[in-house]
């Protein structure tokens, strides 16, 4: 007997690659992940240009896909072939996204939204034109958007000078290398790849160690000894996008806000409210935001997955799949950009190392690039339904870059715990209290199929992947993880390290 579950998603087809894909150069750092085999470029869009800032124009023919081999390191990955590049745009040109002459990035969040561990910083350069503001010597809050002291300077890291106390609102609520440099060169390389430009201006307001309720709309500012102080990240977007956008009127410039990127989830990993408090927040920065700038575009929201809180062998994170599920039930205005766990994290499991900042803000740069310039319904690779046949389980998936596939170069988990998924490459099965064997999975097309030692409960079974805290962390990365990836031939513009799609994580029923 056969039953099936699905969730419902919008369809969505494979990336146009406008990246010409990159050679990877050797590197002692640690790499993102097992690199996809590349598949050949899709053809260049063909949407005319319009706005102030076009994207578009007509573009060359794109670049061959080169090696890009990961090397050794904390999570080091197998090199993959890079994919063809795309042929250029024909027509007129590629999408010119929103269209300003300079883009609002609003970074919020806890601590790997402000680079906790991430030090030294990396990226101390900016090789285009991106921006952030200045506050030149000016003393915040009070927030004053028209100071004469303020201007806007080039994008690097560290955005500003790094806090002295814990914990610390902006602006002195930095601790290392944020993603927002990375993310800001990723989105210019693949923007004129495509023949134009899209410049960047970030804005990174999170507090480390916060929950949801000091950086939302109705948080109360507070001040104690020491100089710790935190609830001041949703008055701090609004008064940087109040001085950002003075300060390009008076440039002859025209502003507007791209997107929303939120690192976070750890403070919250119990709240049973979270995917609600998601929204809320997306719903308070478009209803304030949008009269600042102007815009009559919506902002969506891009957000990360957290695999590392809670840390207590077999605890699971209402969070991590809130994080997954919004996007599923808000499509189109909240985006998941996928899970995090494939990257280089610090020695206490929880926070990236600088380069993990990298390789994550390179990730939100082609999801962007995707979503806000492109246009099109980008979905991380994420479940679409369940069914089951005896004792196999089916998950099927909707898988941005085919085929999918195994990264071997992450180590497989629960080897030492949890045992009885020893063999399930990060997936998992139970009922109640009760794991469930599997005796092995395997790749079917869009589907795992999931074979269980023993026949199933007639109700009550759950399937997940990268959904229960191991007994041991993966060696240079975090508690919670899995194997499962997809193809995409991506490439990283800073790190050149390949970044194919992993596998959110999630829990769902078995029918």
Partial sequence: MRSSSFLSLSS?????????????GSSNEPSSGAGGDGGAGGQGATSS????????????????GGDAAGTGGDAAGAGGTGGAGGTGGTGGGAPAGPGWDWTGIVGTGQSLSVGVEGTPP?????????????????AVPPFDASNGDFSLVPLTEPIRGFATAYPSAYPRNLYGETPHTAMADQISTLAQAAGGDHVTVHTVVGES?????????????????????????????????????RLAREAGKTYGIGAIIITHGESDAGSATYEDD??????????????????????????????SVHLEVGSRSTSTQAQWRVGVSHPGDIVCSGPKYQYPYAEDHIHLTAHG???????????????????????????????????????????????????SALP??????????????????????TRIEISSVEIDGDAVKITCASDLPSSG???????????????????????????????GSITGKPQPNYSVAFEMSVP
């Fill in 12 to 24: 969505s087809g494979t990336f146009v690659l406008l990246l010409m894909a990159l050679g990877c």
């Fill in 49 to 64: 240009a319009s706005g102030t800032d076009p994207v578009g124009g007509t573009g060359g023919a794109g670049g061959a």
């Fill in 122 to 138: 990396r990226t101390t350069e900016q090789r285009f034109s991106n921006l952030k503001l200045s506050l030149g010597d000016a």
């Fill in 209 to 245: 160690g916060q929950p949801m309720n000091v950086l939302w709309k109705a948080a109360n500012p507070t001040t104690a000894e020491g100089g710790k102080t935190t609830g001041h990240a949703y008055a701090a977007t609004l008064f940087e996008a109040e001085a950002i956008a």
């Fill in 278 to 307: 998601l929204v809320k927040l997306w719903s308070d920065y478009n209803a304030d935001l949008l009269p600042i700038t102007g815009q009559s575009r919506s902002i969506p929201m891009l957000v990360s997955q957290q695999h």
């Fill in 357 to 407: 900042y990298q390789l994550l803000g390179e990730k939100y740069g082609q999801v962007y690039f995707e979503k806000v310039v492109l246009g099109k319904d980008w979905q991380p690779l994420q479940p679409t339904g369940v069914e089951r046949s005896g004792n196999v389980i089916t998950v099927r998936f909707h898988v941005p870059v085919p085929p999918l596939a195994w990264d």
């Fill in 412 to 433: 497989s988990p629960h080897q030492t715990a949890f045992t009885e998924w020893s063999k399930g490459r990060g997936f998992q099965v139970w009922s109640g209290d």
């Fill in 461 to 491: 079974a759950m399937v997940g992947y990268a959904a229960t805290t191991d007994g041991t962390a993966m060696p240079g990365g975090t508690t919670r993880w899995g194997q499962l990836r997809d193809s995409d031939p991506f490439v």
